[in-house]
């Protein structure tokens, strides 16, 4: 168990719909990492938030947004989903001064159909 | 282009026999270079890092080496074990924003 939380585990929705995807750091971790992995193109990286801040993207598409809040968890959003959305994402954390060993969660499916 | 490249899709070896995962970059610039495991349904599992000032960091039965003038990475298990079959990830940093970017991933069997 990394420490790293993510809910939902799974999600199953329609396209044009939107979805939250959860993520709750590593106690003490203040970077939070969004990854997505599908088949085709790998584990690829979205976005960073330092301490609330954002602080790189990455693939990340414009119908995509994503927020880290005061307590430190981040949400992911995704809008007007379409079917090449279906992918695994995966949220990581690090700590202040350990930023180059990033802890993932379990990951949050999603299927859109 | 892919910045990070693993050339194998797979790996089988026997138990108590060394794996050698393998994996190349383009980017001279990296700072760091990791390796994470991911078993199925799971988030990938931070293994063993290297800096790139070094060229081998040993953990237990895992071993990383780094040879930057091939701009080559390698992940040595050994002996190895049923338990470490799962898909084998490497992994760069570079730059402020430490961004992970992966490698496509090694499947490895290790076969009792």
């Known amino acids: 168990d990394s420490g790293v939380t993510q809910t939902p585990k799974h999600l199953i929705t329609a396209t044009g719909q939107r979805v939250t995807l959860r993520c709750s750091p590593r106690?003490?971790?203040?970077?939070v990492y969004w990854y997505q992995q599908s088949l085709d193109q790998g584990l690829q990286f979205l976005i960073q938030?330092?301490?609330?801040?954002?602080?790189a993207k990455g693939n990340i598409l414009e119908r995509f947004s994503a927020q880290q809040f005061p307590d430190l968890h981040s949400e992911l959003n995704l809008s007007s989903l379409e079917l090449g959305d279906s992918a695994l994402y995966f949220c990581?954390?690090?700590?202040?001064?350990?930023?180059?060993?990033?802890?993932f969660g379990p990951g949050t499916r999603l299927l859109v159909l | 282009d892919q910045q990070v490249k693993q050339n194998s899709p797979s790996l089988s070896v026997q138990e108590g026999r060394i794996s050698i995962l393998n994996c190349d970059y383009t980017?001279?610039?990296?700072?760091?270079f990791l390796w994470y495991k991911k078993y199925p349904a799971e988030g990938p599992t931070f293994l063993i890092s290297?800096?790139?000032?070094?060229d081998k960091n040993e953990d237990g039965r895992f071993t990383v080496f780094l040879n930057k003038s091939a701009k080559h990475l390698s992940l040595h298990i050994v002996p190895s074990q049923p338990g470490d079959s799962a898909v084998y990830f490497c992994?760069?940093?570079?730059?402020?924003?430490?961004?992970?970017?992966f490698g496509k991933g090694t499947l490895l069997t290790v076969n009792p």
């Open positions: 938030y330092y301490n609330g801040e954002e602080r």
């Open positions: 106690s003490g971790d203040l970077s």
């Open positions: 980017n001279s610039m990296f700072d760091y």
């Open positions: 992994a760069v940093i570079g730059g402020s924003n430490y961004k992970l970017t």
């Open positions: 990581a954390s690090s700590a202040p001064l350990e930023s180059e060993t990033q802890y």
């Open positions: 290297i800096s790139s000032i070094k």
